[in-house]
């Protein structure tokens, strides 16, 4: 895969009130890191009339009041950012998902297995080995997509979606990882299910995981499953974070 | 007792809304709210609540009642057929709906969505801090889904409503510019000069397939010189994506928060209401500005929407034969100072 880094970020025009920075033109971690990097630093920045804030894969999409901050403002704010922290980005925690790779309730990890030629436990070990880092959340509440699939889970995505999936699932498409807090149909494979609500809410705050944040999974049995997803259900966070510097 | 909003008969499309769920996009959470945000900034600042909520009519349109107790209204949006009872009103109007009383709005002369605030507040969860529906992701309004014959909207902390309909008189409603205004980007470069040049002169149509997520447009096809996948990124309101068949989707109110198709052009804020008051079958033609005068149109109609609206009482009119007849013609355009 070719892996475009840009030298300087190209800032586009998503008409009059977004702004779409962006780093390069793949789905790469280092071009990630620059997006999370930028995104962090506008969170503290709190720029008066920069309003939303969304990382994607390779570029920051920057939603603002013109009215508020003009264009030639806000980019000059923004190079003097990237200037001066667009390498720096470190995840702030580190969140351990307990996932359960069993087949009854991993209902596409035998499908998925048997197109990338191997057991369906050996696709559950590598996808327990691999680091992984929320690079954005897209397409529906709390669907978040993780980067650091190992290479040899990497598999194209389904020709047509199939069903809703379950909520919590694990899913691997396209050289990623995802966790979809909520049902939808997908072209994704579902390979595990969490116990844990990324999405709840009733919580505060509702949403765990914040995009930059490391991710590893803990394998589970089914009984385990169970007994988390009733702790869960009540209100508890089941997944561990842990605060890095 | 606290007075309810009783939902007769709905169209498909009717729901709650407010200015939309902000802060959780990067979550993946939709802001959802109004289609067109300037007519419901009508109704709110008309019903005296500016942060609050209302309710969006489609072309299916609504009937309504009051239990309870009686329920100011303002309405705004396209030119609908508003009649409380009988007796027919202008389509921006402010009114007091008292229990035994039906009011009634459909598809009038133009527009696709209408908005009814109460003097008041509707007695709903917030959601994210949103009373926005998203029915797709089933957040907001009432129980996450769009309203429908049978529900109640239970309305506390009312307000004194004008004890006669009074005309609303917000100048931006007129506005419906010859052409919608767009800002190129940010994927242009996905497309050749001619194709850009074809997307500015074409005369596109508005596709039934349209709804409060995306306007789809059907014309020439929009070829793409790199392929038309794009890694993922933001999109934003009016964004104009060209998917593979070439068809563009304008995105609106509840688009999803990221896409991976390119896009030509977003049209601008100032032009997002005029757009969503299009109809299937409608003509559209774009215009490219530069962001200078996106900002100038924003800047505007900003203004306009600062000085607020004006109440006027509805002169009455004898409806003659002849009148009604003219008023059929016309399909329900009625302004109390025309008439």
Known sequence: ?245 | MSALLLVLKAGPGASVQDRGRRGFLRFGVTPAGPMDSGAFMAALLAAGDPQGAGVEASLGGLELAAEGGEIGLAIAGGAFDVRLGERALPPACALKLVPGERLTVRAGAFGSWLYLAPFGRFDLPLVLGSYATHARSGLGGLAGRMLRAGDALKIIDPRPAPAEPMTIVAPWLAERPAKLRVILGPQQDYFSPQTIETFLSARWRLSERSDRMAYRLEGPVLQHIKGHDIVSDGVAFGAIQAPGDGAPLVLMADRQPTGGYPKIANVIGADLGALAQLRPGDSLEFESVSWEQAVAARRARERLIEAGVTLEPVLRVELSTEFLLSRNLVGGVFSAREG
Not at chain 1, 74 to 87: P, S, Y
């Open chain 1, 1 to 245: 895969m070719t892996q475009v880094l840009y030298e300087a970020p190209r800032y586009l025009d998503a008409g009059e009130a977004a702004l779409s920075v962006e780093f390069g033109d793949s789905v790469a971690p280092e071009i990630n890191a620059r997006v999370l990097a930028l995104d962090a630093a506008l969170c503290d920045a709190k720029l008066p009339g920069v309003e939303e804030l969304v990382p994607t894969y390779r570029s920051l999409m920057i939603h603002y009041e013109p009215l508020t901050i003009s264009r030639g403002e806000l980019i000059k704010t923004l190079e003097t950012l990237v200037f001066h922290g667009a390498a720096a980005f470190a995840p702030k925690a580190r969140w351990r998902i307990p996932c359960c790779y069993d087949p009854a309730l991993a209902e596409d990890i035998v499908e998925a297995a048997r197109i990338l030629e191997m057991s369906p436990e050996r696709l559950g070990a590598l996808h327990v080995s691999g680091c992984y880092r929320a690079y954005m959340y897209g397409f529906a509440p709390g669907w978040c997509y993780l980067g650091g699939l190992p290479p040899a889970l990497a598999l194209p995505r389904r020709a047509s979606p199939r069903g809703a999936t379950p909520p919590g699932t694990v899913l691997i498409g396209g050289g990623l990882s995802l966790i979809a807090a909520n049902p939808m149909p997908t072209g994704w494979y579902v390979i595990g299910r969490t116990p844990e609500r990324l999405f709840a809410l009733e919580r505060d705050p509702p949403l765990l995981v914040e995009p930059g944040d490391a991710i590893s999974f803990e394998p589970i049995d089914s009984e385990s499953f169970s007994a988390l997803e009733a702790r869960a259900l009540r209100g508890e966070v089941v997944a561990k974070r842990e605060v890095l510097q």
